[in-house]
């Protein structure tokens, strides 16, 4: 059974950090690109950051290369998949999804992340 599992939003201020978690369960994840995805207000949901099965390629949204890094840990055939947030901006408020980079699973509850200007 495939499962994901978002955490580590919450609310900080302009400038701030947070470290978003995921963990994907199933051993299909280990094998996979993974990415994180967001969704704001009004507004579709976006790739934010992806990263291949081995770590060895990531690719970022312009708006947030420099300021995003995307990583992942396969130990133990479980994929978590983390996202380092650095110097936010009140646009980056949305909640934050993982799922796969091209093959996706059904979505998780997703983590809100809220930055005020």
């Known amino acids: 059974q495939v499962q994901l599992v978002e955490s580590g939003g919450g609310l900080v201020e302009t400038g701030g950090s947070l470290r978003l978690s995921c963990v994907a369960s199933?051993?299909?994840?280990?094998?996979?690109?993974m990415a994180w995805y967001r969704q704001g207000p009004g507004n579709q949901r976006t790739l934010v950051a992806g990263?291949?099965?081995?770590?060895?390629?990531?690719?970022?949204l312009d708006s947030v290369k420099g300021r995003f890094t995307i990583s992942r840990d396969n130990a133990n055939n479980i994929a978590t998949v983390y996202l380092q947030m650095d110097n936010l901006k009140p646009d980056d408020t949305a909640v934050y999804y993982c799922n796969g980079w091209s093959l996706r699973f059904a979505w998780g509850q997703g983590t809100q992340v809220s930055v005020s200007s």
């Open positions: 990263i291949t099965a081995s770590s060895g390629v990531t690719k970022y």
């Open positions: 199933g051993s299909t994840f280990v094998n996979i690109p």
